[in-house]
């Protein structure tokens, strides 16, 4: 059986929804009285929203001890750069910690804003520098020295990556977040961006049939020696704050 279709079919097995052991049939209620009239209940908050602006001018710059720490505590006017509000100038407050090699924020520079609600309502403040554009120049720099250097391998390895970031973002994060089992998900992740990385890095050969073989071994290995080592160490997925939140 070729590794497309055990890919397949461990994708498949996990698509399907597994009832929880012990689980006991649910039994109907028996008829309740009709609930009396009920308060309305209170307006959602709003979601956080995100976008990039551009830093106006800075209006504040100054050195507070918050919660023990020296920060920098910046009032900023920034103009919204994308997002419904678009065009809009607002002013908002960021702070960082204070130190050697700590950049202020000037004007002119690119930043993320994220608007929220609080108790006295909508809010405005700076979470980072917007970085997408140089990000992106890099990228376009590491793929043109890979066309260069490499010729049509060093594309299909791009092309293998960016297939691994798909498997990651596309099936590997969400089939966990809806509660199926993780170690299974990962496995057959992995096994999709082996299937096709390998192939698109080294072409089709036996060599790399046989190289993709030792991968395929390894991770069956390494997912049976995972599952002995949870059982023997008791590990229950709350060894830490994040972990419970994920639950």
Known sequence: MSSAVVAALLVTCLAVPRPAAGAVPAVPPAAAPAPGPRAPAPPAAAPDH??????????????RELAGVRQVVQLLRVRVQSGPERGRVVEVSHAA?????????????????????????????????????????????????????????????????????????????????????????????ALLIACTSIYLAHGVSRRTTVALAGTLVTLALAGGLAVVAVSLTRLFGLGSEEALYLR
């Open 50 to 63: 995100y976008a990039w602006g551009r830093v106006l001018a800075v209006l504040a710059d100054e050195e």
């Open 97 to 189: 910690p204070a130190g050697v090699g700590v950049p202020r924020l000037q004007a002119g520079e690119a930043v993320v804003v994220v608007r929220t609600q609080d108790a006295t309502g909508l809010a405005y403040f700076v979470v980072d520098r917007f970085r997408l554009p140089p990000l992106l120049a890099v990228f376009g720099l590491f793929l043109a020295l890979a066309a260069l250097f490499a010729r049509t391998r060093g594309v299909t390895a791009v092309v293998g990556l960016g297939v691994t970031l798909l498997v990651l973002a596309g099936f590997i994060v969400p089939q966990i977040l809806a509660g199926r089992p993780p170690l299974l998900v990962s496995l057959a992740g």
